[in-house]
């Protein structure tokens, strides 16, 4: 390995600019600017994002290498998201690292946004061996991926409609909770009861997930309830919470068990912007206490998006010299692989 491996790695799939440093696989900076126009519109405007990425994007990169105490001529490589993501997005990050890439004359790493988010796991210790389960939860995927090394992972269940967490912030919605709900509804459930409302279970063949039930059982439960009782929502806004977070917890982790029960893995871990939420945190502890399971869950910081993921993608792929070269074009689409 070389001496002074550094990589720059760029983040920007969806509203969040993001600028990483990483040398010898330590990561030194992660910096995030965070788009705040978004909320007035109750959910992310492409349009918008686009903008503000090309608004943060050099203060954010000069700020990470600062951090980190090098400069553009330390970097011996340059790392970007190349998608799943928002097209417009991506392409500021994706044409950010080319003309960056092609000024000092040193390689790109493209990197796969999901396979990112699972690699946040090699941060910090303590860090999980192979093989190992990933439940992957986003406002975008839902996913169980077989992690067989860094760079070779397997899909083995995944949502066949909505995700996760756009369930939490569609419920949100409904419940006139600002965005992003998502983190609203879990603050009102640790004060509610799970079991004062009863939400259906999706079944779903083998691994595969489906959130779109839940959220029309939502729709309906709350249109007979506030017809019944205008002020219903407002009087019982925790345990609705409470019991809808339940329920969508509850359906990740039956899965999650089955499959740990079939491919025999003894150790789990927890993925992006969902595995913020701390109902989940708590039930997957509990699943693992009781199953002699080992559990990983990465700082708050690296599971929503993040550029030190990224950079911690991309040293895997530098040590296998997996570069692209200035062909390479961003993928709203990319599936994990």
């Given at each position: 390995?070389l ?25 030194k900076?992660?910096i ?25 994007i ?23 998201t190349r ?22 004359n040193i ?9 990112a ?8 210790e303590?860090k ?47 419940l ?20 004062a ?10 691994f595969?997930?489906?959130f779109?039930?839940i959220k ?49 893995v003894?150790?789990?871990a ?10 989940l ?22 599971c ?8 911690m ?8 010299n ?10 709203p689409r990319?599936?994990?692989?």
């Amino acid at each position: 390995m070389l001496q002074n491996q550094v990589i720059l790695a760029i983040e920007s799939s969806c509203d969040e600019t993001s600028a990483s440093v990483i040398i010898n696989g330590e990561v030194k900076s992660n910096i995030v600017s965070t788009q705040v126009i978004h909320e007035k519109y109750g959910g992310v405007v492409p349009e918008l994002a686009s903008r503000a990425h090309q608004q943060h994007i050099l203060p954010v990169v000069e700020t990470a290498l600062k951090q980190a105490k090098v400069t553009k001529n330390d970097v011996a490589a340059v790392a970007f998201t190349r998608g799943p993501g928002l097209l417009g997005s991506l392409l500021v990050g994706t044409s950010f690292a080319k003309s960056f890439a092609l000024a000092l004359n040193i390689p790109l790493i493209e990197v796969n946004h999901m396979q990112a988010h699972i690699l946040a796991h090699f941060i910090d210790e303590p860090k999980p061996q192979f093989p190992f389960i990933c439940l992957t939860v986003s406002g975008g995927h839902t996913q169980l991926v077989l992690v067989k090394s860094p760079l070779k992972m397997e899909i083995i269940g995944e949502t066949k409609d909505d995700a996760v967490g756009e369930a939490f912030d569609k419920a949100a919605k409904m419940l006139g909770l600002p965005y992003p709900g998502g983190p609203m509804i879990d603050k009102y459930a640790s004060e509610g009861n799970p079991e004062a409302f009863e939400f259906p279970i999706s079944e779903m063949p083998g691994f595969s997930y489906s959130f779109s039930g839940i959220k029309t059982a939502l729709l309906y439960f709350l249109q007979k309830r506030v017809n019944e009782d205008p002020d219903f929502i407002d009087n019982n806004m925790a345990d609705i919470c409470a019991s809808f977070q339940q329920t969508l917890i509850t359906m990740l982790l039956q899965k999650l068990r089955k499959a740990t029960r079939q491919y025999k893995v003894k150790q789990i871990a927890i993925a992006g912007g969902v595995a913020v939420n701390s109902g989940l945190r708590n039930e997957i502890q509990k699943l693992a206490e009781k199953e002699d399971l080992e559990v990983f869950i990465p700082q708050f910081q690296y599971c929503t998006d993040n550029a030190a993921m990224i950079a911690m993608a991309a040293h895997f792929k530098y040590l296998e010299n997996e570069f692209t070269d200035q062909k390479v074009s961003a993928m709203p689409r990319y599936a994990l692989h």
